[in-house]
């Protein structure tokens, strides 16, 4: 096999109800390149392995995919950044387990438009929304990706301020990413989501350009956060990923993560306040105080 020119990657873990609709999206791309095929099984106990050996032996375009089983369960960000070290194409494309592409040209077109356009670094299309267990799907519709109306270039700001690029549906240059990807990966480990990281990153390179059309379908699964505390401890957690793209990428979304913080941290004291964690309350006061102190102004102003 010839070096590919596009190396698809797909993270898995306990996907048995959604791995073989994610493989056959790949393996149904009608393309004039090469392709490699990175699937990596975060050591699923469940049924993924199976499904994932059974394609092996009987689709016909199998021989495209290099399988790998972790010997240990890694979790998302340290399984991504190992998938994405065995990446030999000129192109990257993502798509986890959960998630498919809908389109059979989805990868020729958005190839051909990164070949002919050498300033784009990344681009990225619409998707369509799938909760788990419903039939019916609409294009990046109210539940909280933006829809994007026309193609044209976005700002990396965008991407930080907006829930704007769904990952199945990206394509950017594997030479965006070099040694300062992993740098910034590895400088801080409270990263929440690391293909904000990665698109971040990538914009340091060149353009990221939004197509309209949906070539992908995004699964949302049903549940998520149902507990105050688990609402608490996700605040926390996007209070750390956010102070690290601060620390990480310094002034440029400086201004737009800081008004955020603010928020999350008041709102974190005056939960820890009623509560009677009076160390908590003190910590997050305090970092009210440093990112947004009106904030807190505004709000005794009101009980006064």
């Known amino acids: 096999m010839n ?6 990657i797909m ?62 369960n890694l979790g998302i960000r340290p399984n991504s950044i190992f998938a994405l070290k065995k990446c030999q194409g000129k192109y990257i494309a ?12 989805k990868l020729q077109k958005q190839v051909d438009f990164l070949e002919n356009n050498i300033e784009v670094s990344l681009c ?11 039939e019916s799907k609409s294009t990046n519709n109210n539940r909280g990706l933006k829809v994007l109306t026309e193609n044209r270039k976005y700002e990396s700001i ?7 690029i769904p990952t199945a549906s990206v394509v950017f240059r594997t030479s965006s990413l ?20 990665l698109f971040l990153t990538v ?18 699964h049903a549940g998520g956060l149902t507990s105050v505390d688990a609402s608490i401890d996700f605040d926390k957690k996007y209070a750390a990923h956010l102070e690290g793209i601060i620390r990480v990428f310094g002034k440029k979304y ?40 009106k904030i807190m102004f505004i709000y005794l102003k009101n009980k006064i």
């Open 94 to 105: 993502l798509c986890e387990g959960d998630d498919y592409w809908t389109d059979p040209l």
């Open 178 to 197: 070099s040694e300062r990807f992993y740098n910034y990966i590895s400088k801080y480990e409270k990263f929440m989501y690391w293909d904000i990281v």
């Open 203 to 220: 914009a340091e390179h060149g353009i990221l350009y939004g197509f309209s059309d949906a070539l992908s379908v995004y699964r949302r």
């Open 158 to 164: 965008e991407v930080l301020e907006q829930w704007l």
């Open 11 to 72: 993270i898995t873990y306990d996907h048995e109800n959604y791995i073989e609709e994610a493989i056959n999206g790949v393996l149904m791309q009608e393309c004039d390149f090469d392709v490699e095929f990175i699937i990596v099984n975060d050591h699923s106990p469940d049924n993924t392995e199976r499904i994932i050996l059974e394609i092996l032996k009987n689709h016909p375009n199998s021989s495209w995919i290099k399988y790998i089983m972790q010997k240990k």
């Open 124 to 134: 990225f299309h619409n998707c369509e929304v799938l909760f788990d267990g419903l």
């Open 254 to 293: 400086k201004k737009s993560v800081v008004a955020v913080l603010g928020k999350l941290y008041f709102s974190l004291a005056l939960y820890s306040i009623n509560n009677g964690n009076i160390r908590d309350s003190i910590i997050s006061l305090i970092k009210t105080l440093v990112y947004d102190p």
């Open 3 to 8: 070096k590919p020119k596009v190396s698809v």
